[in-house]
């Protein structure tokens, strides 16, 4: 039952994931929805894989809760490594050229099967005297919360607030270059904010050349030049805006060669 509930889930999410990629202007409120959907079935899931592994309503309390702070401290980190997993997915479609480009199937998949994965490495601390992998768990955990609280704007009970942003998607960003590591160690940034300009400038140099993934990266990369200190809430902000403004790119043939976006700036966020 829950094997075809888990197949189930994935077609929905598969299947939304191709509607939002034939989409020509991708809406804020829709994708913010399709995230939290994502997550928390990913999040859901394991909660259901883990509550017939414990006993007891203290220990399925501490499953229910756990899942939730496990699902609060990842979700910018997943949502980052499962739109990296979709620029993968980009890549290895244009180099067949046999098959579409997919994104948003990708993507969503990702991030379901990310969260089922963190709350179940999680969980299994409640049931298994086997911790050989605990460290690294541990270790995740702990970056992940570094990742996610940057400043004293991020002590929020949930991960996203974007349902509503204001600012239409901008004109393409070329990306220039890998800004991130040079920022690091600056005197300005505590170390949260080191932590996550590592991770950045890292993910940077791993995303491959793609239609889509260009534009993701190149907004990205602008909107850090702009503003060179900011929340992690706000990054997770710029992130929506990215992803809006790349729609077009969708199996895209060419990249556009202009600059002119570059040059005029990049315009400041509205919430």
């Known amino acids: 039952m829950w094997a075809k509930s888990a197949w189930l889930a994935a ?46 309503p203290v220990l399925r309390a501490v499953v229910v809760v756990g899942a ?38 990708t993507f969503f998949l990702a991030m379901a099967l990310m969260n089922w994965a963190a709350v179940m490495a999680g969980g299994r601390l409640l049931y298994t ?15 992940a919360c570094l990742v996610s609280f940057t400043s004293s704007e991020d002590w929020t009970v949930l991960p996203d607030y974007n349902f509503a942003i204001t600012q239409p998607a901008p004109a393409y960003f070329p990306p220039v270059g890998n800004p991130y590591y040079e920022a690091v160690g600056r005197p300005q940034y505590n170390l949260a904010e080191d932590v996550l300009l590592f991770a950045s400038g890292a993910m940077y140099s791993f995303i491959p050349s793609g239609p889509w993934s260009s534009a993701v ?55």
């Open 11 to 56: 077609l929905i999410l598969g299947a939304l994931g191709l509607g939002f990629d034939h989409l020509a202007r991708l809406n804020q409120a829709p994708l913010f929805l399709a995230f939290q959907l994502a997550s928390l079935t990913g999040t859901g899931f394991a909660v259901t894989s883990l509550w017939g592994k414990v006993q007891g």
């Open 68 to 105: 939730f702070i496990v699902w609060r401290v990842s979700y910018f980190p997943i949502m980052v490594f499962a739109g990296w997993v979709a620029t993968l997915g980009e890549w290895v479609a244009v180099q067949l050229d046999v098959v579409p480009v997919v994104i948003y199937p």
């Open 129 to 143: 005297k086997k911790l050989r992998w605990a460290p690294l768990a541990v270790s995740a955990f702990a970056i």
């Open 217 to 271: 990266k190149g907004y990205l990369e602008q909107a850090f030049r702009d503003m060179p200190k900011a929340s992690s809430a706000r990054r997770v902000t710029e992130h929506y805006v990215a992803f809006r403004s790349a729609q077009s790119f969708i199996n895209a043939p060419v990249l556009p060669q202009s600059r002119n976006a570059v040059l005029a700036g990049s315009p400041g966020l509205r919430r």
